[in-house]
């Protein structure tokens, strides 16, 4: 079986790791939290290897809760994006308290990643299929090109949505080939009579969405070479960043648009169905609990998970 590679983000968790950490909830029957559903649904779809980003300081409470747990089950590596992480010849300003962006985070992984990869955040639930169609598009034999191979999961709108409050979600434009041509990052779309919204904060004028849209939920399947652009990039991203930018991100959906645009990358988007869970609002909580509960009961996942 091809190696292939399942590379977490999760050096945005708190400090104070489970406790409280609204991201973090056990929200399965047996006390899961979101984490496991994409490491089990990975191993499933034929992933054989998970890279966790995190931070030094929660990583002792990281392998207690679910680290060494993983580790009993396959491959596991630990890589660590920390703010003062920089190329030679760049040093963080001393107020910057805000990490550098999920670019960043998933540079932090090359020494780590040497297989194809697949990226995700730390607390999205994003359902079976996404991993099974990302999985044999990455280990799929294909001809040389002058450009890029990735591929993306793109989540229909209405299936991403929470009913407490607005969400930011980047709204795809395809080609009729189903190639990304850009994303837009939109702010609160909330659920509506007439569909989904983005909701103008200051006017409060409602933007209607199309409820099949897709979207990118920062779910994304590279190459190893891919790391040589985010080394590459992120030098001159920092050339650029002045010592009062103290909140500038190098971002992994801007990397992989100004690829698009340069005409260096095509990127697949591979439409999903599955309905995505996460806990923005701490009353999110209680329907994903159910969610979880249910998909039990019909046979989608075991108790205990790794049965």
Same mark, same amino acid.
């Given at each position: 079986?091809?190696?292939? @590679?399942?590379? $977490?983000?999760?050096?945005?968790?708190?400090?104070?790791?489970?406790?409280?950490?609204?991201?973090? @909830?056990?929200?399965?029957?047996?006390?899961? $939290? $979101?984490?496991?559903?994409?490491?089990? &649904? !990975?191993?499933?779809?034929?992933?054989?290897? *998970?890279?966790?980003?995190?931070?030094? /300081?929660?990583?002792?409470?990281?392998?207690?809760? %679910?680290?060494?747990?993983?580790?009993?089950?396959?491959?596991?590596?630990?890589?660590?994006?920390?703010?003062? /992480?920089?190329?030679?010849?760049? =040093?963080?300003?001393?107020?910057? =308290?805000?990490?550098?962006?999920?670019?960043?985070?998933?540079? @932090? !992984?090359?020494?780590?990643?040497?297989?194809?990869?697949? *990226?995700?955040? @730390?607390?999205?639930?994003?359902?079976?299929? !996404?991993?099974?169609?990302?999985?044999?598009?990455?280990?799929?034999?294909?001809?040389?090109? +002058?450009?890029?191979? $990735?591929?993306? !999961?793109?989540? %229909?709108?209405?299936?991403?949505?929470?009913?407490?409050?607005?969400?930011?979600?980047?709204?795809?434009?395809?080609?009729? &080939?189903?190639?990304?041509?850009?994303? =837009?990052?939109?702010?609160? %779309?909330?659920? =509506?009579?007439?569909?989904?919204?983005?909701? /103008?904060?200051?006017?409060?004028?409602?933007?209607?969405?199309?409820?099949?849209?897709? *979207?990118?939920?920062?779910?994304?399947?590279?190459?190893?070479?891919?790391?040589?652009?985010?080394?590459?990039?992120?030098?001159?991203?920092?050339?650029? *960043?002045?010592?009062?930018?103290?909140?500038?991100?190098?971002?992994?959906?801007?990397?992989?648009?100004?690829? %698009?645009? +340069?005409?260096?990358? +095509?990127?697949?988007?591979?439409?999903?169905? /599955?309905?995505?869970?996460?806990?923005?609002?701490?009353?999110?909580?209680?329907?994903?609990?159910?969610?979880?509960? &249910?998909?039990?009961?019909?046979?989608?996942?075991?108790?205990?998970?790794?049965?």
């Amino acid at each position: 079986m091809k190696k292939t @590679a399942l590379v $977490i983000m999760a050096a945005g968790l708190g400090s104070r790791f489970g406790k409280g950490i609204k991201q973090l @909830a056990k929200v399965g029957p047996a006390g899961e $939290i $979101i984490m496991e559903y994409s490491i089990h &649904d !990975a191993l499933e779809a034929g992933f054989n290897k *998970v890279v966790f980003i995190i931070r030094k /300081d929660i990583e002792k409470e990281f392998k207690e809760i %679910i680290g060494d747990k993983i580790e009993k089950i396959t491959e596991v590596a630990y890589v660590y994006q920390e703010l003062k /992480d920089l190329p030679e010849g760049f =040093t963080c300003p001393e107020d910057r =308290t805000k990490p550098w962006g999920t670019g960043q985070a998933v540079l @932090a !992984a090359k020494k780590a990643v040497q297989e194809p990869f697949l *990226v995700i955040n @730390a607390d999205d639930y994003y359902g079976k299929e !996404a991993f099974g169609k990302i999985h044999d598009y990455l280990v799929e034999e294909k001809e040389d090109g +002058e450009k890029m191979d $990735i591929c993306m !999961a793109g989540f %229909i709108l209405e299936n991403t949505l929470s009913e407490n409050g607005g969400v930011t979600r980047g709204v795809c434009t395809l080609s009729t &080939d189903q190639k990304l041509l850009g994303v =837009t990052e939109t702010f609160n %779309i909330q659920k =509506t009579e007439n569909g989904p919204a983005a909701v /103008d904060e200051e006017t409060g004028e409602k933007i209607y969405l199309d409820a099949q849209t897709l *979207v990118s939920m920062n779910m994304w399947g590279f190459q190893p070479e891919f790391m040589d652009v985010l080394e590459k990039n992120f030098v001159e991203f920092l050339k650029g *960043v002045e010592p009062q930018d103290l909140k500038k991100e190098y971002l992994l959906p801007g990397v992989v648009d100004q690829m %698009i645009k +340069e005409n260096r990358a +095509e990127v697949s988007v591979l439409k999903t169905h /599955d309905t995505w869970f996460g806990v923005t609002y701490q009353e999110d909580k209680e329907t994903v609990m159910k969610s979880f509960k &249910d998909l039990e009961e019909k046979g989608v996942y075991k108790n205990p998970l790794f049965a």
